[in-house]
C-alpha cells in the first residue's frame, strides 16, 4: 500500500511541474482555442509550454507566432526532438517529430489583455 501512496506523490509532483503545458492538436480545435487559452495560461502561470507531435507542429507554430506578433508574448526557448511511438497497426514503432515552444509574457502583456477585455464589454469584440 505504501508503494502506490509513494506513486501517487510522485507523479502528482510531475504533473505539479508542467500545468502551463498545452499539448496542441491540429483537428480537435479550432486555432483560436488555442490562442486563447495560451492568454489565460500566461496571465496565470507567467508563461507556457506549447507542445505538438507530427501534422500539429504547424498549429502550434502559428499560436506562438500570432501571440508575439501581437505583442503578447516573447520565445523563450524552442526544442524540436523525434519520438518514437508505438503504431498499433503496423505492430511496429514510429517516429514522430516532436516541437516545445515556450512563450514568456511581454512587458505589456497585462495592458493588452485589458485593452482587449475592454473591447469586448463595449462590444467591439477584439481577438
Known sequence: ME???EGVNKMNIADAQKKN????S???KPLFFYVNLAKRYMQQ???VELSA???AISTVVSVAEILKNNGFAVEKKILTSTVEIKDDSRGRPIQKAKIEIVLGKTANFDELMAAAQ???ENGNGED
Open 3 to 5: 508503494e502506490i501512496a
Open 21 to 24: 503545458r498545452i499539448q496542441v
Open 26 to 28: 491540429n483537428t480537435k
Open 45 to 47: 502561470h507567467n508563461e
Open 53 to 55: 507531435l507530427g501534422m
Open 118 to 120: 475592454e473591447g469586448i
